[in-house]
């Protein structure tokens, strides 16, 4: 077991990209954006010659995190590691983190609806060593194909967005989106997006079909907009805004529609992202009700912390 250097790189994303539970979150190229803000101190987990867990954590004084530039991201594990293994894997990363001068682990666990197959065995294996569930934040997604259907305010969104004559098709103009979103953001909350423009043109550039913007359109001016993050089985919303005029023609519900339909109609999961605040304590039921409008239903997403002293 061993820190993550530079040159380890290509053998960590080719790891990620065969992982049972990782994402293009994971990848070097996203996490390392934002590397000015994080002491990384992600871990390489080997056995004999070859990877068989990654880590992706950053350090703050005596806490390892995992990964606090991410939403989720514990343990990146593929079909070979059986809970036999982890067991002695999480006994092992443990062992480093006290040799290493750690006197806390906190642990974003990754929610089942990101996992290629059931991967749960982390979990199991910190809670043996007395790991206790400390954030649960709600998000809210849709089982595509298997989800209540729309309410019938969004059905009637839809229709009336349709017959405003608005089309949605994919944009690479991210710029433009950005002037929305950060007015509507700056308005509603004072705040900015999590992103710079500089910073998802950026990760655009990396992952072209991983990261990708549906805007909705009345001739050629931009009603509303949704940027949307390709995570394997599951498809993220990150982003979603719109104009005054977007919003009184529900742009919005007709651009979730035409994804659903469309461009995820062969994903598993459609999710929204939490509706939580304060640590996931406070829930805001008007953004969850919006969600479940929509179909969809609760995920949780779970943090974990140890005591290592």
């Not at 250097?5 to 954006?33: C, I, K, P």
């Not at 950026?202 to 050629?220: K, S």
Request: a negative charge; aromatic letters at 10%.
């Amino acid at each position: 077991m061993r820190r993550f250097q530079a040159e380890d790189t290509e053998a960590w994303n080719a790891f990620v990209d065969g992982s049972g539970n990782g994402t293009f979150l994971h990848d070097r190229r996203f996490m390392e954006y934002h590397s000015d803000r994080f002491d990384d101190y992600s871990m390489i987990i080997e056995a004999g010659d070859k990877i068989c867990a990654v880590l992706p954590a950053n350090r703050v004084e005596d806490t390892l995190y995992s990964h606090g530039g991410l939403t989720y991201g514990g343990l990146l594990f593929g079909e070979a590691m059986s809970a036999e293994l982890m067991v002695e894997t999480v006994s092992a990363l443990i062992n480093t983190l006290r040799a290493d001068g750690f006197k806390h682990l906190h642990y974003k666990s990754i929610p089942h609806i990101f996992h290629q197959y059931p991967a749960e065995q982390d979990i199991y294996a910190l809670v043996q060593h007395g790991a206790r569930m400390v954030r649960c934040d709600l998000s809210s997604a849709i089982a595509i194909g298997r989800s209540p259907k729309f309410s019938k305010s969004k059905r009637q969104g839809v229709t009336r967005a349709r017959k405003t004559g608005l089309q949605v098709e994919e944009s690479t103009d991210f710029g433009a989106f950005w002037r929305i979103l950060s007015e509507r953001l700056i308005e509603a909350h004072g705040a900015a997006p999590t992103h710079s423009l500089e910073e998802i043109e950026q990760l655009h550039g990396h992952f072209p079909d991983q990261i990708r913007l549906f805007v909705a359109l009345d001739g050629e001016h931009i009603k509303g907009g949704v940027v949307v993050f390709d995570c394997g089985p599951v498809v993220h919303v990150q982003y979603m805004a719109t104009t005054e005029d977007g919003r009184r023609v529900a742009a919005l519900d007709l651009i979730i529609s035409h994804l659903l339909e469309t461009v995820c109609a062969d994903k598993s999961w459609f999710n929204f992202g939490i509706s939580t605040t304060d640590g996931g304590r406070v829930l805001n039921s008007g953004l969850a009700r919006q969600k479940e409008m929509f179909g969809a239903r609760s995920v949780l997403f779970y943090q974990y912390e140890l005591d290592l002293s």
